[in-house]
């Protein structure tokens, strides 16, 4: 009837496009958000069952330090509470109302504005009824966040295709996450970390995507806009199922702790630490340097480890990985408590609990 035909009035379909995105976009980051603590939580409790077991820290793919399993797993929960940071930050760009703004100038109705950001639920409003209609940054935010948290996953996903390989074998796969070869019956594929590392293709050419539509617009509203749906809901779609995938498989992880123990033995993984050991003896780092060198070089040519020579100035047997660790005094990362880092992981997660 008449009263119908006035709901028309004061709005435009430029404004409810971006509201509706933005209302849809917050509903989907309270979901991202809780996968988010999901995985987290499984990260650190992972952690907490492998905290003090050594194994070979690595720099440009070759053994460098030994470091612990927790630490090196809660390095991962590093990564995504940077994550978690971005996302609350993509949740903040969506929370200011563009309702009002028509199709670029206003409208002429004594509308209030307010009643209506606290209907929808928004925190502010937008100013400039311009850039109300034409604003997708909120969606370049997001696909940002979808950039940074893929490449984590990916880089997280490469380290474990490596360990599962015939020449490290410091995980066993499991065969809800693998599969086996068409032709080769001793093959066993590390699928699942596979098909999430790829995932950074798929994002990355969404992002492309949305800043390619929106390069060239003129102020305000264009029909181009309509686009970006299309790479904003599959970015959503597939951050939130690799979200999923991952948190399902890292309760099944198994790790091969006697393979990551003896790998921290080789290649001289513990020089640093003879070095170290003759400076808290008085001697400066570069001769100390220079007389370790000389020893791996010793080794090197009678083919030989570190733990065969039995030297008075260097404690060669009983410098290995685990005294070394719990020596280590600028991180953590082996003592007979829960990690420090943890307590304060809990402690922020309760926060976005309490926040979403």
């Given at each position: 009837?008449?009263?119908?035909?006035k709901i028309y009035i004061a709005k435009s379909r430029n404004d409810q496009i971006t509201t509706i995105t933005k209302l849809m976009l917050l509903e989907?980051?309270?979901?991202?958000?809780?996968?988010?603590?999901?995985?987290?939580?499984?990260?650190?409790?992972?952690?907490?069952?492998?905290?003090?077991?050594?194994?070979?820290?690595?720099?440009?793919?070759?053994?460098?330090?030994?470091?612990?399993?927790?630490?090196?797993?809660?390095?991962?929960?590093?990564?995504?509470?940077?994550?978690?940071?971005?996302?609350?930050?993509?949740?903040?760009?969506?929370?200011?109302?563009?309702?009002?703004?028509?199709?670029?100038?206003?409208?002429?109705?004594?509308?209030?504005?307010?009643?209506?950001?606290?209907?929808?639920?928004?925190?502010?409003?937008?100013?400039?009824?311009?850039?109300?209609?034409?604003?997708?940054?909120?969606?370049?935010?997001?696909?940002?966040?979808?950039?940074?948290?893929?490449?984590?996953?990916?880089?997280?996903?490469?380290?474990?295709?490596?360990?599962?390989?015939?020449?490290?074998?410091?995980?066993?796969?499991?065969?809800?996450?693998?599969?086996?070869?068409?032709?080769?019956?001793?093959?066993?594929?590390?699928?699942?970390?596979?098909?999430?590392?790829?995932?950074?293709?798929?994002?990355?050419?969404?992002?492309?995507?949305?800043?390619?539509?929106?390069?060239?617009?003129?102020?305000?509203?264009?029909?181009?806009?309509?686009?970006?749906?299309?790479?904003?809901?599959?970015?959503?779609?597939?951050?939130?199922?690799?979200?999923?995938?991952?948190?399902?498989?890292?309760?099944?992880l198994k790790f091969n702790k006697k393979n990551m123990y003896f790998s921290s033995l080789e290649n001289y993984s513990t020089a640093t630490d003879m070095?170290?050991?003759?400076?808290?003896?008085?001697?400066?780092?570069?001769?100390?340097?220079?007389?370790?060198?000389?020893?791996?070089?010793y080794c090197e040519k009678k083919k030989i480890n570190f733990f065969s020579l039995k030297l008075v100035i260097l404690p060669f047997t009983t410098v290995?990985?685990?005294?070394?660790?719990?020596?280590?005094?600028?991180?953590?990362?082996?003592?007979?408590?829960?990690?420090?880092?943890?307590?304060?992981?809990?402690?922020?997660?309760?926060?976005?609990?309490?926040?979403?």
């Open positions: 009837g008449e009263l119908g035909k989907e980051i309270k979901k991202i958000n809780i996968l988010l603590i999901f995985v987290r939580k499984s990260i650190i409790s992972l952690a907490e069952k492998e905290y003090n077991f050594p194994l070979p820290g690595f720099t440009h793919l070759q053994i460098a330090q030994p470091i612990t399993l927790g630490h090196y797993l809660l390095s991962w929960n590093e990564m995504f509470k940077r994550d978690h940071i971005n996302l609350l930050n993509c949740k903040k760009n969506c929370l200011y109302a563009p309702i009002g703004a028509a199709a670029l100038a206003g409208h002429n109705y004594k509308i209030n504005r307010n009643i209506i950001k606290k209907i929808l639920n928004f925190k502010n409003l937008t100013e400039n009824s311009i850039d109300s209609v034409s604003d997708r940054d909120y969606i370049i935010f997001f696909s940002n966040f979808c950039n940074i948290l893929i490449t984590h996953l990916s880089r997280i996903c490469e380290d474990l295709i490596i360990w599962s390989s015939n020449k490290f074998e410091f995980l066993k796969l499991s065969d809800l996450i693998s599969s086996g070869s068409s032709i080769m019956p001793q093959k066993k594929n590390p699928d699942l970390f596979e098909l999430i590392r790829s995932k950074t293709g798929r994002i990355f050419g969404n992002s492309i995507n949305i800043l390619t539509i929106l390069k060239s617009q003129a102020l305000s509203y264009n029909k181009d806009n309509q686009e970006d749906k299309e790479s904003l809901f599959d970015n959503i779609y597939t951050i939130k199922n690799t979200l999923n995938c991952f948190r399902k498989c890292l309760p099944i070095a170290d050991y003759l400076v808290k003896k008085g001697l400066n780092f570069r001769n100390s340097h220079l007389i370790v060198g000389n020893c791996i070089k290995t990985p685990v005294t070394i660790l719990r020596r280590v005094q600028s991180f953590r990362l082996c003592t007979n408590e829960v990690p420090l880092s943890e307590q304060s992981c809990w402690e922020f997660v309760r926060c976005l609990l309490c926040s979403s």
